[in-house]
């Protein structure tokens, strides 16, 4: 299984647990219909995939799946909470998916690319298994492209460290501007002379910039740093040393702090339909 960089540690996935569709999947949304099959890849604690869920409606039917089982208990209790009774969860690997032949009218991943090895791979499955006429979207962050005020050079030693992390876990951080180019790579093209882009790309972010939401994104990404998984490869590997992750940490304080405080985080998104 490839290394999920970031782990599930518990600031982790008080993160993921902020995304719903309307905040991570707005590109995908028109899409949706009532009845359709949804495969959701690398679902993490379910929040998306409930609400496609919900969007597909009862008639429709959603699987969400993850390489481990570790956070697919509190994904499936959130389903019950909802009422959710059209959506399951699975352990399944993205490069083997467990299911048959355009077996799902729509396939969903975010911020999954830019954890493996071989996303290329990983889009050609994901294309085995969506139906003609069905559409495979992908999302993903570009930690390059993250922009932020005040400049502060703990945050420019953050942004170096986690795409050595990543990239030494076999990942690509700056995966927003690639997936274009994967997409190609796996075969995604469409009728060059089609009137309508296929694949489709775009591009969303997320801002943080009231009192709460630096509050919020300053605590998770100090935390992280310290804690997380991430902070466990970066000393492992020899990338960091514990005084340089609570430097860093420190340094996100510092601007969770500060009233004039702003962060965007620019995404990638790719939207291909099925021919």
Not at 182 to 188: Q, S, T, V, Y
Not at 212 to 229: G, I, M, N, Y
Request: hydrophobic share 45%; net charge negative.
């Amino acid at each position: 299984m490839p290394a999920y960089t970031h782990g599930h540690h518990a600031a982790v996935l008080r993160s993921h647990r902020s995304r719903t569709a309307a905040n991570s999947a707005a590109y995908l949304l028109p899409e949706l219909r009532p009845g359709q099959r949804v495969l959701d890849v690398g679902c993490g604690p379910g929040t998306i995939t409930a609400d496609l869920a919900g969007l597909v409606g009862p008639s429709g039917r959603v699987v969400g799946i993850e390489p481990v089982p570790e956070v697919l208990a509190e994904a499936a209790a959130l389903a019950a909470e909802r009422g959710l009774a059209n959506l399951s969860y699975e352990v399944a690997d993205v490069y083997r998916l467990p299911y048959a032949d355009a077996s799902f009218d729509v396939v969903h991943a975010h911020q999954v690319l830019q954890h493996l090895p071989d996303p290329v791979a990983a889009l050609r499955e994901m294309r085995r298994v969506t139906a003609p006429g069905g559409v495979i979207a992908v999302r993903d962050s570009d930690y390059a492209a993250m922009t932020w005020y005040p400049e502060l050079p703990e945050l420019d030693e953050w942004l170096s460290l986690y795409q050595k992390v990543a990239r030494a876990n076999g990942g690509e951080p700056d995966a927003g501007r690639r997936l274009l180019a994967w997409a190609r790579a796996a075969g995604l093209t469409g009728d060059p002379a089609a009137p309508d882009a296929n694949p489709r790309c775009s591009s969303s972010s997320w801002t943080f910039a009231t009192d709460a939401e630096r509050a919020w994104w300053s605590e998770s990404w100090a935390e992280r740093t310290v804690r997380s998984k991430t902070a466990a490869t970066a000393v492992a590997e020899g990338l960091a040393t514990p005084a340089d992750l609570e430097r860093i940490a420190a340094g996100w304080a510092r601007w969770g702090a500060d009233p004039d405080a702003w962060f965007a985080v620019l995404h990638g998104e790719l939207l291909y339909r099925v021919s």
